[in-house]
């Protein structure tokens, strides 16, 4: 496929419709349809810094003659009985020469308005009263300006080439229409055909022979639309987080041909494409070559995002250590360079991964940068609304509900960051509704509304799948998939895992994603069906490494321990969790996490015999729940209470000792039913209210109390009333 620098033969088609514009050709129905379409293919859309670009449609840099057709051909045009289209078409045939290409680029001059003060202003005789004089800068004023620069530079090879690529772009339409195919009856070059010239002349085969062979290669390609097509592609990369499809690339690598041009663009794509596919060396090299690339042509401010990217790729690899040195070089640059975008970027990210992965950074000598954690997050959002970058501020407030949840601080100001960040999303469009919906199933999940948590992940796969990124939407599959495990849905867990597209498993880390998740449903269905075998020889596969994912990670460790308690392993177990207790310990983890583990441990204690230190466990876990999951709470409160009227049963009430510890563990009792009922009331649970209140009724009649018994029981029977 020929390259040419910016004219193609689509573009030739865009100035007849300029013309026809110009000359008040257009019904005013037709007026913002056809500018539309002209602006849309004839200018390239300008990013903004501080929204979040819309996802567009792919940008085809070769679009049929047909898409001319579906513009013009509902329209009627100010000729009684003729479409838009057949003047459209009947101006495309008049071009019937290479000359008369020469005079459309150039008459197109006298389309634009000239200078009050231009001495070279001249109107030509034949303009009519009602054309329309294009601005030189309007976007279709640059684009009629640049168009006839950009011919007037072509060396004359270049342009015959350019006008065989017409002919070939406009052949499709000779049979189009009847007054069409009148107009190309004489044949595409008029000249050719006055001469009498025919096909298998030594002349015409001069002039014209190559049509076929250059038919065979394909269309004439511009660099400009190269380049589109490449920033294009560069965007859907970052937005969507995937690779190159297949088709795409076969096409790409068509367009540059076998010597292909030297294109910047190219070479961040390759960048991208090469390190989702886990190819460490390849985006190595070509994120070295991008650069150098931008350096030449001395474009200094991509230096610092150079760094930023080496930083994001090291980090990835598990290169830790070469990340931060990375990252704090960048930040450097970036104050440096007074680029606040760069700046409040890494700084976000840098915080992401003191958060996501604390033992790795500290073990790669970070030591923090912003304070603390909530420091931090109020600085970043400080300088998001100062810079107006609202998709960093739409990220911040999401990480303040996350610091919430995870200090265990109240639902409700985890829910004000989340409604806050939703209100921005909503007001400034932004793309960040697959995050903001992971967040919300994420809460409702440890409040124990486990169908509520279901419904808002398929709500991301179901209403903002288009346009959002490939790994959201596969961690809200993955998550369900879990959720049906947790019921004993085995096969519909791995039936919904083994639904998600071949291509998501071309990018390395959502293939390990994907993969971790089927290991570990697998791995659980095993240990409750005690195939130790199974288990075996699942586990050494599910060995994450310390760059996989933190939440992942922790849930295949928690299915390792329980392996390890169920086939009777207690003390590897043991070793396990207080393992793993001391890390989430240093590394500040997330409360879920801790109690989770303290959980594990008193169901070990429980296994082996020492229901004491189990009690004591889930007490510590009880009291690290403090202002958190007020269910999960009572829950706990209402078991250790329950165990201690269990164990206050088995003293002996012969002897005074007994009647002494029997007391001692009843009013233990006592505390902890207290502690559920206030719990179960904060959250308006009346049959967990109403559970605790008996609970007292029956230890005051077992005491001999009627008279409380009897209070006990009012009360129980005016909550219930109310």
Not at 170 to 179: L, V
Not at 496 to 524: D, M, N, V, W
Not at 527 to 549: K, V
């Amino acid at each position: 496929m020929a390259v040419s620098r910016y004219l193609t033969a689509q573009k030739i088609s865009l100035l007849v419709l300029v013309n026809l514009y110009c000359d008040s050709a257009l019904p005013s129905s037709a007026t913002i349809p056809v500018l539309s379409f002209i602006l849309s293919h004839a200018i390239p859309s300008a990013p903004s810094s501080a929204r979040a670009r819309r996802p567009r449609e792919e940008h085809n840099a070769s679009f049929p003659i047909q898409d001319f057709e579906d513009v013009l051909q509902s329209f009627t045009s100010n000729m009684p009985g003729r479409t838009l289209l057949d003047v459209f078409l009947k101006h495309l045939w008049e071009i019937n020469s290479f000359d008369a290409l020469y005079d459309l680029f150039n008459n197109i001059d006298n389309l634009l308005a000239k200078a009050a003060d231009d001495p070279d202003q001249v109107v030509p005789a034949e303009q009519s009263p009602d054309t329309i004089l294009l601005s030189r800068t309007s976007p279709l004023g640059a684009f009629v300006r640049r168009a006839r620069i950009e011919f007037v530079r072509l060396q004359f090879d270049d342009a015959l080439k350019l006008w065989s690529a017409f002919i070939l772009y406009r052949a499709p339409t000779a049979q189009w229409t009847t007054r069409t195919a009148g107009l190309a009856s004489s044949g595409f070059d008029h000249n050719a055909t006055e001469l009498g010239l025919r096909p298998g002349e030594d002349l015409y085969e001069v002039a014209y022979g190559h049509l076929e062979n250059e038919a065979e290669n394909g269309e004439v390609v511009s660099m400009d639309d190269l380049e589109r097509l490449l920033e294009f592609q560069l965007e859907r990369l970052q937005r969507l987080g995937c690779r190159v499809p297949g088709e795409m690339r076969t096409q790409l690598r068509s367009m540059l041909g076998p010597t292909p041009p030297v294109l910047r663009q190219s070479h961040i794509v390759r960048f991208f494409d090469a390190w989702k596919a886990g190819d460490y060396t390849s985006a190595f090299d070509n994120l070295h070559q991008y650069y150098d690339y931008a350096t030449q042509a001395r474009e200094k401010v991509h230096y610092q995002y150079a760094l930023l990217h080496m930083a994001i790729l090291q980090a990835d690899f598990g290169c830790f250590g070469e990340a931060i040195a990375a990252i704090n070089e960048t930040i450097a640059t970036a104050r440096e360079n007074q680029d606040m975008n760069c700046l409040n970027f890494s700084l976000s990210w840098l915080n992401h991964m003191s958060k996501a992965y604390p033992k790795q950074l500290k073990g790669a000598g970070y030591m923090g940068m912003l304070g603390s954690e909530r420091d931090g997050l109020i600085f970043l959002k400080a300088k998001a609304k100062e810079t107006k970058m609202y998709h960093l501020l739409g990220a911040t407030l999401l990480n303040e509900a996350r610091l919430s949840m995870s200090t265990g601080d109240s639902v409700a100001r985890a829910l004000e960051h989340m409604y806050q960040a939703s209100h921005l999303i909503i007001k400034e469009d932004l793309t960040t509704q697959g995050g903001l919906r992971l967040l919300e199933s994420t809460l409702y999940s440890r409040l124990g509304i486990s169908h509520l948590s279901t419904v808002y992940s398929e709500l991301l796969l179901h209403c903002y799948q288009q346009g959002g990124a490939v790994d959201e939407q596969i961690r809200a599959v993955c998550r369900g998939a879990i959720s049906a495990m947790q019921n004993g849905n085995y096969d519909k867990a791995l039936h919904q895992l083994e639904a998600i597209p071949s291509a998501s498993h071309r990018t390395l880390k959502f293939h390990q994603y994907i993969y971790y998740c089927t290991g570990l449903i697998k791995l659980k269905r095993a240990i409750h069906r005690t195939d130790w075998t199974l288990c075996s020889a699942l586990l050494p596969s599910l060995r994450p490494d310390q760059s996989s994912d933190p939440e992942l990670s922790f849930l295949l460790t928690q299915a390792h321990v329980e392996y390890l308690i169920a086939s009777g392993n207690f003390s590897s177990a043991f070793s396990t969790i207080e393992e793993y207790a001391a890390s989430l310990n240093t590394q500040g983890a997330d409360i879920a996490q801790r109690i989770t583990i303290l959980l594990l441990k008193a169901k070990l204690f429980a296994r082996v015999g020492k229901p004491e230190a189990g009690f004591s466990i889930a007490l510590r876990a009880a009291s690290a729940l403090e202002d958190a999951n007020q269910e999960t709470i009572a829950t706990l409160y209402c078991h250790l209470g329950d165990s201690y009227v269990g164990l206050a049963g088995l003293e002996d009430p012969a002897t005074s000792q007994g009647v002494r510890a029997r007391a001692i563990k009843i009013s233990r009792a006592e505390m902890y039913i207290d502690g559920a009922r206030e719990c179960y009331k904060k959250i308006e649970d009346i049959d967990g209210e109403c559970e605790q209140l008996m609970k007292k009724a029956l230890i005051a009649k077992l005491r001999g109390d009627e008279q409380l018994a009897e209070d006990w029981a009012d009360n129980y029977n005016r909550v219930w009333e109310e």
